[in-house]
């Protein structure tokens, strides 16, 4: 099934949550990424993503440093969500949650990449000419990394039965 979005994949809620999930994909600007330290510590961090499709995955940008990253060395298993406010009305708010693993991407996969990735973070032409890293500054020994969370599982909101009796049940997609 395609939609506008371009996810070409069915889910078992029907289309109408195909072009949900789009939607939030596209307008989720920010996910927020939960981790877990070796230690067993629970981090969460809000991080500016690009996404891909066939297998969806997303990619974010951050300091090898950074707690959730040394987090992901050391337990991959990973969970967070995407967020939505619309105008602010009510019926406008959507989100999904997600589980996958995360990991650095290679260095052939920062060079494949790259491009797409500061595209969809810095729309405007202007900031991406001024703030996007060359891919050398993305490779080891550099301390910034690109890393992709492989979604696994993917739940949206169902809204149709919030209507009747306003509980919040999540619905899940069936991902391709």
Same mark, same amino acid.
Do not use: N
């Given at each position: %099934?395609?939609?506008? #979005?371009?996810?070409?994949?069915?889910?078992?809620?029907?289309? %109408?949550?195909?072009?949900?999930?789009?939607?939030?994909?596209?307008?989720?600007?920010?996910?927020?990424?939960?981790?877990?330290?070796?230690?067993?510590?629970?981090?969460?961090?809000?991080l *500016?993503?690009?996404?891909?499709?066939?297998? &969806?995955?997303?990619?974010?940008?951050?300091?090898?440093?950074a707690?959730?990253?040394?987090?992901?060395?050391?337990?991959?298993?990973?969970?967070?969500?995407?967020?939505?406010t619309?105008?602010?009305? &009510?019926?406008?708010?959507?989100?999904? *949650?997600?589980?996958?693993?995360?990991?650095? &991407?290679?260095?052939?996969?920062?060079?494949?990449h790259?491009?797409?990735?500061?595209?969809?973070?810095?729309? @405007?032409?202007? @900031?991406?000419?001024?703030?996007?890293?060359?891919?050398?500054?993305?490779?080891?020994?550099? @301390?910034?990394?690109?890393? *992709?969370?492989?979604?696994?599982?993917?739940?949206?909101?169902?809204?149709?039965t #919030?209507?009747? @009796?306003?509980?919040?049940?999540?619905?899940?997609?069936?991902?391709?």
């Open positions: %099934m395609e939609s506008r #979005w371009g996810l070409g994949w069915g889910v078992s809620v029907g289309f %109408m949550s195909v072009e949900r999930v789009g939607r939030i994909l596209a307008e989720a600007r920010y996910l927020s990424l939960s981790t877990v330290s070796g230690d067993g510590e629970p981090w969460s961090a809000v *500016q993503y690009a996404w891909l499709v066939r297998p &969806l995955r997303f990619l974010f940008g951050s300091a090898t440093g707690r959730h990253c040394r987090d992901v060395e050391a337990r991959p298993a990973v969970s967070g969500s995407l967020f939505v619309g105008d602010g009305d &009510l019926t406008d708010v959507d989100g999904a *949650q997600f589980s996958g693993t995360c990991r650095e &991407l290679t260095e052939a996969e920062v060079r494949e790259h491009a797409t990735f500061y595209d969809a973070l810095l729309p @405007d032409e202007k @900031d991406r000419a001024e703030y996007t890293l060359p891919v050398e500054a993305l490779l080891a020994p550099a @301390d910034h990394r690109i890393y *992709q969370i492989t979604v696994d599982r993917l739940w949206i909101v169902d809204t149709s #919030w209507i009747e @009796d306003r509980i919040d049940r999540r619905v899940e997609v069936t991902l391709p």
